[in-house]
């Protein structure tokens, strides 16, 4: 059953974004194969891990002081290339439809990290 699902973790811009969709799908399933615990973006722009996406009722939960370096490993393991603009994120979603990571554009994501278009 579908329910309101709390995710958080890092995203970054890729250096070079992936435009051929179907190279997309492969990456996206090799990511979530893989047991990195990252993905990219439906727009192939992004990657963000998640550390989360459980049901959500309230509480507080916390992050290691190493998840960003963590993050940054899993994507080179994953021949990855991001640029230097990590951000921290914390999204409510309703996990019936799409995530707002899998949605979010990188104009959006330039536009609410305060980060040049």
């Known amino acids: 059953m579908s329910h309101q699902v709390l995710s958080f973790g890092f995203m970054a811009p890729l250096v070079t974004p992936i435009t051929d ?3 997309r ?25 998640d550390h989360g996406g459980d049901e959500f009722w309230g509480g507080i939960t916390f992050a290691s002081i190493e998840a960003e370096t ?15 603009e990590t951000r921290f994120y914390c999204s409510s979603w ?20 305060g980060q040049e278009v």
């Open 21 to 23: 969709a179907e190279e």
């Open 70 to 84: 963590q993050f940054e490993e899993a994507c080179r393991s994953a021949g990855i290339d991001v640029t230097h």
């Open 25 to 49: 799908e492969a990456l996206r399933d090799k990511l979530y194969y893989g047991g990195l615990g990252i993905s990219i973006n439906y727009e192939g722009t992004l990657v963000y891990s």
């Open 94 to 113: 309703y996990n019936g439809e799409d995530s707002d990571m899998d949605d979010i554009t990188l104009d959006e994501f330039l536009n609410k990290t």
